[in-house]
C-alpha cells in the first residue's frame, strides 16, 4: 500500500444513524478545534450516514458498516444510499481519494454492556499496533473480527489502517454524557500513539490480549421468525465475563434455562469457555445474533506491527 505525504486521519461518527454520541461529539470538535486534543495531526471529520442520523434509524437502505466490500462498490448496477455513501466517503476520503486518509477511526455505540472497546478487523500489522497502544493507555479489551463469511464489508477494511471504537451501554438514539467521555477518551489516546508513531517513538507492550471472535448464536426462533426464548438474566450485561457450556444462556417461555452447550452452533465447539459480546444488542435483532462468542488469547507484539504503523503515521 502506497504511502501519501500529507495524508491525514480520518474520524467518522453516525456510521450508524441511531448512534448519536459520536455524532454529537463531531459537532463539538468541528465547531471548537479546543474541544479535541489532537496531538497537532491532521483530521478530517465525516459524518458516516447524514441520513440515517436525521432519521435518527442504523441505515435508510442498508447498513453501511457492511457496504464497503469491494463486489458491492464496483457494482453499478447496485445503487443503495449506503453503497453509494461508501463510494463517496472513498472518493472524498479513501487511499486514492482527494482529500486521502491513512488512517480511520469509526466511531460506534451500542446497547450491549461492553464498556469502550475496540474492533478489529483482522490482522493487519498496523491495526494491531494502534490497537496495542490503546490497550496499553486506557487498558481496553480487544474484540479480533475476522474470518465470517456472514459478516463482511466493513468501513474501516478500505483503508490502509483503523479501527472502531465501540462504547456502551446506551440505547439507540440517546446521549450519555458518560458515553461521550469514554469515545472521547479512546479517541485522544488513539492519536496519542500516533503522534508518537509519526515522531518514530512508539514503544508497544510485549503482550496484547485479544477476544478472538469465534461466531454467533442466536435464540430459537418460531416459525415466524419471532424468539421461541429470552436470553437468560444472568447474561444480561455480562459481555466479557467467561462462559462454560453449563451456563445457562436462554430462558424458556416455561422458566426454564437453556445451557450455552444446547444452543452452540457446531463450527464453535472444542473451547472449554468462551467470552461473550454484544449480548443482546438491539441492533443484531435482525442479524440473528443474540451474543457473540469469543475466545481469549494472549498475544505476543511483533516488532513488524510497530514499523507497519510508523509507515502510515509518517506519512501523516
Ligand atoms: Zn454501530
Known amino acids: 500500500m502506497g504511502v501519501t505525504t500529507g495524508g491525514s486521519i480520518l474520524v467518522v461518527a453516525g456510521t450508524?444513524?441511531?448512534?448519536?454520541?459520536?455524532?454529537?461529539?463531531?459537532?463539538?470538535?468541528?465547531?471548537?478545534?479546543?474541544?479535541?486534543?489532537?496531538?497537532?495531526?491532521?483530521?478530517?471529520?465525516e459524518r458516516g450516514n447524514?441520513?440515517?442520523?436525521?432519521?435518527?434509524?442504523r441505515y435508510i437502505d442498508?447498513?453501511?458498516?457492511?457496504?464497503?466490500?469491494?463486489?458491492?462498490?464496483?457494482?453499478?448496477?447496485?445503487?443503495?444510499?449506503e453503497v453509494c455513501r461508501a463510494r463517496e466517503l472513498l472518493a472524498r476520503h479513501g487511499p486514492q481519494g482527494a482529500v486521502?486518509?491513512?488512517?480511520?477511526?469509526?466511531?460506534?455505540?451500542?446497547?450491549?454492556?461492553?464498556?469502550?472497546?475496540?474492533?478489529?478487523?483482522?490482522?493487519?500489522?498496523?491495526?494491531?499496533?494502534?490497537?496495542?497502544?490503546?490497550?496499553?493507555?486506557?487498558?481496553?479489551?480487544?474484540?479480533?473480527?475476522?474470518?465470517?463469511?456472514?459478516?463482511?464489508?466493513?468501513?474501516?477494511?478500505?483503508?490502509p489502517c483503523g479501527l472502531v471504537v465501540e462504547v456502551g451501554p446506551v440505547p439507540q438514539g440517546v446521549i450519555q454524557a458518560t458515553i461521550c467521555r469514554q469515545t472521547q477518551l479512546a479517541l485522544e489516546a488513539g492519536l496519542e500513539v500516533l503522534a508518537q508513531a509519526r515522531a518514530g517513538a512508539l514503544t508497544l507492550p510485549r503482550q496484547l490480549a485479544v477476544h478472538r471472535h469465534l461466531g454467533s448464536v442466536d435464540l430459537p426462533r418460531s416459525q415466524g421468525g419471532s424468539p421461541a426464548a429470552l436470553l437468560h438474566?444472568?447474561?444480561?450485561?455480562?459481555?466479557?465475563?467467561?462462559?462454560?457450556?453449563?451456563?445457562?444462556?436462554?430462558?424458556?417461555?416455561?422458566?426454564?434455562?437453556i445451557c450455552l452447550g444446547e444452543v452452540l452452533p457446531p463450527a464453535l465447539a472444542g473451547q472449554a469457555r468462551y467470552w461473550p459480546v454484544f449480548v443482546n444488542e438491539a441492533a443484531y435483532d435482525e442479524k440473528g445474533i443474540a451474543f457473540a462468542l469469543t475466545r481469549r488469547e494472549e498475544w505476543s507484539v511483533h516488532h513488524g506491527w510497530c514499523e507497519a504503523l510508523q509507515v502510515q503515521a509518517q506519512g501523516l
Not at 447524514?50 to 434509524?57: G, I, M, S, T
Not at 442498508?62 to 444510499?81: G, M
Not at 450485561?237 to 451456563?247: E, Q, S, T
Open 50 to 57: 447524514p441520513a440515517a442520523l436525521q432519521a435518527c434509524r
Open 233 to 257: 438474566p444472568a447474561l444480561q450485561g455480562a459481555d466479557w465475563r467467561p462462559l462454560g457450556l453449563h451456563d445457562a444462556v436462554m430462558l424458556k417461555a416455561s422458566g426454564g434455562p
Open 62 to 81: 442498508r447498513d453501511l458498516n457492511r457496504s464497503f466490500a469491494p463486489e458491492l462498490l464496483s457494482d453499478p448496477a447496485q445503487q443503495d444510499l
Open 100 to 159: 486521502p486518509a491513512q488512517v480511520v477511526f469509526d466511531l460506534h455505540s451500542t446497547t450491549a454492556a461492553m464498556g469502550n472497546s475496540l474492533v478489529v478487523y483482522g490482522r493487519r500489522a498496523a491495526d494491531l499496533a494502534l490497537a496495542a497502544g490503546m490497550q496499553q493507555r486506557l487498558g481496553l479489551p480487544i474484540y479480533l473480527h475476522e474470518a465470517d463469511g456472514a459478516q463482511t464489508g466493513f468501513l474501516v477494511e478500505r483503508w
Open 16 to 45: 450508524h444513524g441511531n448512534e448519536r454520541n459520536a455524532a454529537w461529539l463531531l459537532e463539538q470538535w468541528q465547531g471548537d478545534a479546543a474541544t479535541l486534543n489532537t496531538q497537532g495531526l491532521p483530521l478530517v471529520f
